[in-house]
């Protein structure tokens, strides 16, 4: 895939002229995905995409379109000159931009993964023996995923990554669920079989009689995926320099008042440990790692090229979001989690969050899945779902009890348009008056 | 374009129980003026085929962008393979899946195509509108945008239907913020977070560019505007968020796929089940709803579904009961039940599933006038700003951008940040006025997030404002 990138990069280049300067982007997938429910397949399939976008810039103006390959060089060199035809016409009648930015210094650079990919019926074939008997409703996903970027200075950059992400949930009855997920790069049988069987444990203790709590203030465990929901709520715009410029940001009391979370809070983009590429698509190389909260204190934006630009900051994102979000591990063995929990509730996961006050970085949503009542250090019984409201200066601030000393790797499910590289390293959080309203 | 590659495949005509192609070509142009500079124009085009294959027993697919002979042959394999693979293993026998009947067209009345304008004369319209956001230093972002996009759909199968579908889409917006120190408020209008079928003709009536002093006005004064008070009470929704309460707590817990189960790793379940339709009391008697995919402006009108259904109207709510789910034809057959032609891809990359399409509140009779008259103690609450419900679609929680309380029949002061809370199963009981054609629009989400592999389609919702009582209302952190 990638030499034939590289070989339709080059023959677009030669179609540049002299005054002109032109990044080309690639972005392709070849993935299995098979849906599953009640154990049994409801739809299965294979997607094969590849798609560029090229920019085309003469001086400040510049012009960009997108567009869908087939894989023939021929026709495909066609298609990127009728790209070129067009953005070169349209850019006769757009004004300077400003904020055009892109790399101009060459740093080439080249990920090529070489694990070697399940084959999907195999797979298949593990998942329905050890799921045997089980209402499993999940979605197998399997495939290559690619990023390419060329500019007409020559710079060349390359990644390529091949990953497995099988993401399900196994029901008891009604909405009691287990959700669980493996993804990664081997396969390996022995693991899947080893979640499943902590699955059926679990749903030994989702068949209890449920309990309805009343809305007030609790204390809770947040495992890593619950606390990567409410986060990923926080990080929408929370970092980003654009939405911190133009007080959008949910943060913005942290911005502008200085307001804290506790001290123990280390939150960053840490691209070097994640799964997303090292380049932009202006092709600026982005720095490993990123600090967004030091000491519990707003550190640094995520300055795209064009936001670097308008706001005077060297680029550090691709997207204003962070791709690869780490939080430090506290000292909680989660080993002894039920015990230190003592009486409040298991949160596996969350869902569905929005702001109910954005200047308050106050987010609502659902528990979701395994969610279980405890007490002095014993599970009871699973909850029915619950509302919460709760503040992310209450939950990472005051209210905070500690964080797990082990971290899970989350890598990111997401396959709108095209399967996501982003992925998250967070511990599980312990919290008091951790407030549910319905 | 799209025949072409028909009559490429034809030529290969696998041999098998049954195969259908789906060809979808796809352009897009998307103009942005934000705080008086013009942001990057982006274009995109696509093109790409779904190939689903029946045969002895399985069900496969495969989506391609690789429209060669080469590349429809590697997707005929593709989908074959995974045909095999579902053999004995699917949740039900292929005999559910759909072989469309019936050939047929649609194509989008536009009054004024996107072509019919310059770009140039399209940059002075945004600019202009951009400029008329800035009408104060606390306006920090003002942006002005035009989305458009068109997409043709041809279907065919081995039985020699052959449906041709050609859409355009326009989405415009207009967004200020307003900010001093730690406090900003967001408002937007003349379209934003909404769509139409249609060309520049629906600019007008969204509000577009209009609106645009007016949403600035009102972000500076919910600056200074006191938080929405908390307690149980009346409340009137405009169009602009009974759009969210329909798609929210009525759409998707009506969705046929996820009463039977294939949402529930990723959008959720339902607290539907197959036995509440036909009896069950879903709303007061003023709630009616229909699946209407013949409005004309409306996002998501056509006339065959994905799978190749006709679709028609049909009342999904008839005074408060329920009597029909938003189930496809494969989904229908699945549970034995009457449905609609909701069955959607988001594109050629996805297999269809249930989808809402056009789901509409039917307009009542009370004026907005009568409507505020009939709250004693509440809050007109307009266009939603926040969205969250469990995964059964029952227990929510709304907010607005703009809030303003009534009281004893009149709209008094303006209110920052409105929310409210309820659960599905008894707030439609609550419908206590609904407004007529005056209040009425037509409006609809272009992000609406659902299936795995992930996809994301628009949805239509027309309404007019109507009024709820005895629900949790409350507001932000700071002072009331």
Do not use: L, M, P, T
């Given at each position: 895939m990638r030499d034939y990138f590289y070989t339709l990069a080059d023959t677009a280049m030669k179609l540049i002229a002299d005054t002109e300067f032109a990044t080309l982007n690639f972005s392709g997938e070849q993935s299995d995905f098979v849906r599953l429910n009640n154990n049994r397949v409801r739809q299965a399939g294979n997607v094969r995409q590849m798609t560029v976008h090229l920019d085309l810039i003469d001086g400040r103006k510049h012009a960009a379109i997108s567009a869908e390959l087939c894989g023939d060089q021929t026709l495909d060199t066609q298609r990127l000159k009728d790209m070129i035809n067009t953005t070169r016409k349209q850019r006769q009648v757009l004004p300077d931009d400003p904020f055009l930015n892109f790399a101009t210094e060459k740093n080439d650079s080249d990920y090529d993964s070489q694990n070697t990919l399940p084959d999907t019926d195999d797979s298949l074939n593990v998942i329905f023996k050890e799921a045997a008997g089980l209402d499993l409703v999940g979605i197998w996903a399997n495939g290559q995923l690619y990023r390419g970027f060329a500019n007409s200075a020559g710079q060349r950059n390359w990644y390529h990554n091949a990953n497995f992400n099988f993401d399900w949930s196994v029901y008891h009855?009604?909405?009691?669920a287990v959700k669980m997920g493996y993804a990664g790069f081997d396969w390996d049988s022995s693991l899947l079989a080893s979640k499943m069987s902590s699955v059926r444990e679990a749903l030994a203790i989702m068949g209890k009689q449920p309990v309805s709590l009343t809305p007030g203030k609790y204390r809770v465990y947040l495992a890593p995926a619950a606390l990567y929901e409410f986060l990923s709520m926080v990080i929408w715009q929370g970092f980003s320099l654009e939405d911190v410029k133009t007080a959008q940001t949910p943060l913005l009391q942290m911005v502008t008042d200085g307001r804290k979370v506790d001290s123990s809070i280390q939150l960053t983009d840490n691209r070097v440990d994640g799964?997303?590429?090292?380049?932009?698509?202006?092709g600026f190389i982005l720095p490993d790692s990123v600090k967004l909260i030091d000491s519990g204190c707003y550190h640094s934006s995520l300055a795209s090229a064009r936001s670097a630009k308008e706001y005077g900051e060297p680029v550090n994102a691709d997207y204003e979001y962070p791709s690869s979000l780490d939080l430090a591990a506290g000292d909680i063995d989660v080993e002894n989690i039920l015990k230190t929990l003592d009486t409040g509730i298991f949160i596996s996961n969350l869902w569905y969050c929005n702001f109910s006050d954005h200047e308050a970085c106050r987010i609502t949503g659902m528990t979701r899945y395994a969610c279980f009542w405890v007490e002095k250090g014993k599970i009871v019984a699973p909850i029915n779902v619950m509302r919460f409201d709760e503040t992310f200066y209450n939950l990472l601030g005051k209210n905070l009890f500690g964080l797990t000393s082990q971290r899970e790797v989350i890598l990111d499910p997401?396959?709108?348009h095209q399967r996501s590289t982003s992925s998250a390293r967070l511990p599980g959080l312990l919290a008091n008056d951790f407030q549910l309203t319905l | 374009m799209l025949d072409l590659i028909a009559s490429r495949f034809k030529k290969l005509s696998p041999a098998v129980d049954f195969w259908s192609l789906r060809i979808v070509e796809g352009q897009s142009q998307a103009l942005s003026v934000r705080q008086d500079i013009l942001e990057p124009v982006e274009n995109s085009g696509s093109l790409g085929a779904m190939l689903t294959i029946i045969d002895k027993g399985g069900a496969g697919y495969a989506a391609t962008s690789d429209l060669t002979i080469a590349g429809l042959k590697q997707a005929v394999a593709q989908a074959r393979k995974f045909a095999a693979m579902s053999v004995n293993r699917?949740?039900?026998?292929?005999?559910?899946l759909v072989r469309p009947g019936v050939s047929g067209r649609y194509q989008t009345l536009s009054g004024s195509s996107w072509s019919s304008t310059s770009m140039q004369d399209k940059i002075q319209l945004l600019t202009e509108a951009c400029a008329a956001l800035k009408i104060s230093d606390a306006i920090v972002y003002w942006l002005a945008y035009l989305r458009y996009s068109s997409s043709k759909t041809l279907l065919t199968t081995c039985d020699g239907i052959r449906i041709e579908q050609s859409f355009d889409y326009i989405r415009p917006g207009l967004i200020a913020v307003a900010n001093k120190g730690s406090k900003s408020q967001t408002r937007t209008g003349g379209g934003a977070g909404s769509a139409r079928q249609g060309g520049l003709e629906q600019l007008q009536p969204l509000g577009f560019p209009a609106h645009a002093s007016r949403i600035s006005e009102e972000a500076l004064a919910l600056l200074a505007a006191p938080e929405c008070p908390s307690g149980r009470m009346q409340i009137l929704l405009t169009p602009d968020q009974m759009m969210l309460q329909i798609h929210e707590s009525i759409g998707h817990p009506l969705e046929l796929d996820r009463i039977l189960g294939d949402e529930r790793n990723y959008a959720g379940t339902s607290f539907v089940t197959q036995e509440m339709f036909g009896s069950y009391q879903y709303g007061s008697e003023l709630l009616n709803i229909t699946f209407d995919p013949t409005v004309g402006n409306e996002i998501a009108s056509y006339a065959f579904d994905d799978d190749g259904t006709e679709a028609k109207r049909e009342f999904i709510i008839d005074k408060g009961i329920l009597k029909t789910p938003l189930g496809g034809a494969t989904s229908q057959a699945r549970a034995h039940c009457s449905g609609v032609a909701n069955a959607r891809a988001d594109s050629w990359k996805r297999p269809a599933i249930d989808r809402m399409a056009n789901l509409n509140l039917e307009p009542g009779n009370a004026s907005f006038a009568e409507l505020v008259q009939s709250v004693e103690n509440g809050v007109l609450m307009k266009t939603n700003a926040s969205w969250s419900i469990d995964d059964s679609r029952n227990k929510f929680q709304f907010g607005c951008e703009y809030g303003q309380r009534i009281k004893d029949g009149e709209l008094k002061g303006l209110l920052r940040n409105p929310n409210y809370r309820g659960i599905s199963a008894n707030f439609w009981r609550n419908l206590a006025k609904v407004g007529n054609r005056s209040t009425f629009d037509v409006l609809g989400t272009p992000n609406c997030g659902k299936g795995e592999p992930n996809q994301v389609i628009q949805v239509g919702h027309a309404s007019p404002s109507c009024v709820f009582e005895n629900v949790e209302v409350f507001g932000g952190e700071g002072e009331s």
């Open positions: 009855s009604s909405d009691k799964f997303a590429s090292a380049f932009s698509a202006e997401d396959s709108y | 699917g949740v039900f026998s292929v005999d559910n």
